[in-house]
């Protein structure tokens, strides 16, 4: 039996590759997809490369109207507008996938500190967050699920396993991360423009973006005590793609070889993490249009410290790829059905 699903807030990036990989999912149907700024208009005159796989219409409808028909709801809307209409779809009997960051801080103060006022902290307390490779068991009965941030998502999969181990200080935590321009949007905004990016590479954010607190909410949980980490985003004059350095500082002696052979027992049986060998490193053009993380790992002998490079499609595991994979979590389905696609290389 196929699950019934809705797409809320689907004109932007994220959305189309929601449509993109539910179109191509086995068992879900997807049965309505709402815009504000498209109601009325096809989905595939406003996005042709769903010409032929997408009938909808986009249309502007009111939680009640979008529970009447779906089961499952993922929210792709900006995060404000999110907490907006998520308390009456949970209300009106759907269950939630949310992609914005609305419901992945746990203390409404933090959240309100980097972001604005929260309008419905009450669910806060109740919302998983959804990183299915540490979290699987909580998401399965959610009826909440906050997908994960891009940034977040590639930090704490490549940190996981040293720091539930204690290997590494927590208290030395430098992320040096790199994002391709769809990150920002698709709005226009003089920052992200063609000529503004390309032949460029910069910083931004610096001591301030908004990842800050849910890359430290996580790598708090997963080493037991409080975690304060640099984080230094960039921007890539790419599309597609997050890179992103960890360096941490080691608690004991280890080489690469035993840093590969870690990981590759801590994400044994997990479908979307794959470990480079000793001597590789990944690259984001492995993992373009994939819902796969790719990791690789060096122990530096000389400075005692060890160096994770983690690259995800900040568009597939880093937003819409995770909330597929958390939707077949909900339903109970295999969390690879619907994203076996390898990237397209070169």
């Excluded at 809705?6 to 990036?13: F, I, P, T």
């Excluded at 809307?77 to 269950?95: E, F, N, T, Y």
């Excluded at 006022?117 to 490779?133: F, I, M, N």
């Excluded at 690879?336 to 397209?344: K, R, V, Y």
Aim: proline share 6%; glycine share 8%; hydrophobic share 45%.
């Amino acid at each position: 039996m196929n699950i019934k699903v809705a797409v809320v807030g689907a004109s932007g990036y994220t959305g189309v590759e929601l449509l993109r990989l539910l179109v191509g999912h086995p068992q879900a149907e997807l049965v309505c997809v709402t815009s504000r700024q498209f109601a009325g208009q096809p989905v595939a005159r406003v996005f042709p490369s769903l010409a032929g796989r997408c009938e909808l219409v986009f249309e502007n409808l009111a939680a009640a109207e979008i529970a009447a028909r779906a089961e499952v709801v993922l929210t792709a809307l900006p995060h404000q507008a999110a907490m907006a209409v998520i308390p009456d779809l949970l209300v009106a009997g759907c269950r939630v996938v949310d992609l914005s960051a609305d419901y992945r801080l746990r203390d409404a103060a933090v959240y309100e500190h980097w972001y604005q006022p929260h309008s419905s902290p009450q669910l806060l307390a109740e919302a998983v967050y959804g990183l299915p490779e540490l979290f699987r068991e909580q998401v399965r009965p959610a009826r909440l699920v906050a997908n994960p941030g891009c940034y977040p998502t590639s930090v704490a999969l490549g940190l996981a396993p040293l720091l539930r181990q204690g290997l590494i200080d927590p208290d030395s935590l430098i992320i040096d991360s790199k994002s391709g321009t769809s990150g920002a949007g698709r709005g226009a905004k003089l920052g992200s423009l063609f000529c503004e990016v390309n032949e460029g590479f910069k910083a931004y954010g610096v001591a301030g973006h908004r990842h800050t607190p849910e890359i430290e909410q996580t790598l708090s949980i997963l080493s037991g005590r409080e975690v304060t980490v640099s984080f230094t985003p960039h921007l890539l004059p790419v599309s597609r793609g997050i890179l992103s350095t960890c360096y941490a500082a080691s608690r004991q002696q280890l080489s690469t070889a035993d840093l590969v052979e870690i990981y590759r027992q801590f994400y044994a049986d997990e479908y979307f993490v794959r470990v480079h060998p000793v001597g590789s490193l990944p690259n984001i053009n492995q993992v373009a249009g994939s819902n796969y993380c790719d990791l690789g790992m060096v122990a530096d002998e000389r400075t005692g410290r060890i160096i994770v490079v983690a690259v995800i499609d900040n568009l597939v595991k880093g937003a819409a790829g995770q909330a597929v994979q958390n939707l077949n979590l909900l339903a109970g389905l295999p969390e690879q059905t619907g994203l076996e696609a390898l990237s397209a290389f070169p």
